[in-house]
């Protein structure tokens, strides 16, 4: 009994080991300095809804309700160097939704009721209205290329002073369009 725990411990305290040196390795095999990027989300004319922003297929961040330009309005994102090992996007899929004046009056109408417990069936059908009016609203889909926007001179640009420069990323939806602009912005000035 007690060789076999005294196995298992081992064979735990090994796995740990060898996992903590892949890690290593694989952090050391990138010779290439990590970017600090942010995100920023406007809107340049109604609201938009962002349900979908996936990086290279994979599902990325949300920033939900988007309305109004930077500074006063938008949603702002920022990630340190480091937080993503996956690299420089290649393309980026937008999912938006644009509600209509009908939704938000209806919305807003919704809000100004007050709020009691509902039974399972007036949920249901809340849901199910919600649904309804949700669907009526446009939808829309992009696939953006990324390698024409985020170019290796501007990673260049951007890693050339990664202490005190990020990569910032501009979306801006536009009615049935969304654009997508990149620039090396300071955000820390050398000292």
Not at 75 to 81: G, K, L, Q, R
Request: hydrophobic share 40%; proline share 6%.
């Amino acid at each position: 009994m007690a060789q076999g725990t005294l196995w298992f411990r081992h064979s735990i305290f090994r796995t740990l080991i060898m996992g903590l040196l892949a890690i290593l390795l694989t952090s050391c095999r990138h010779d290439e300095k990590p970017i600090g990027m942010s995100l920023l989300f406007q809107s340049a004319d109604r609201g938009v809804v962002v349900q979908r922003f996936d990086l290279d297929g994979i599902r990325g961040p949300v920033p939900g309700w988007v309305r109004g330009m930077s500074p006063r309005g938008g949603a702002h994102m920022s990630f340190m160097p480091g937080d993503s090992k996956r690299g420089i996007p290649q393309f980026v899929d937008v999912a938006w939704a644009i509600p209509t004046d009908e939704f938000d009056r209806w919305a807003e109408e919704k809000d100004r009721k007050p709020k009691g417990e509902l039974s399972k069936n007036e949920l249901a059908e809340e849901r199910a209205e919600f649904k309804k009016r949700w669907a009526a609203n446009p939808h829309y889909t992009k696939r953006i290329d990324l390698t024409p926007i985020i170019t290796p001179e501007l990673i260049a640009q951007v890693r050339a002073d990664s202490q005190n420069t990020e990569l910032k990323v501009i979306i801006t939806f536009n009615n049935d369009d969304v654009s997508i602009q990149a620039m090396a912005e300071k955000w820390r000035r050398n000292k």
